[in-house]
């Protein structure tokens, strides 16, 4: 008898241990797409090109 009470405490505390795991998974889940779409966000400034005298890239005027 004392094994199944220990068993069905076990599996209780696994049960509990399982929902609070997907709970954060979900919270991570999350965030990262949050932190995909702030990246999709990002405008394109233009093309570069390089300064032939400094060597330093700028962008590309029309």
Known sequence: MVQLIFYGVVGIAGWYAYKAFKKEMNKVS???REAEDKQAEVKEV???EQDPK?????V???
């Open 30 to 32: 999350e965030k990262v």
């Open 46 to 48: 233009g093309e570069l």
């Open 54 to 58: 400094t060597g330093v890239y700028k």
């Open 60 to 62: 590309k005027k029309d």
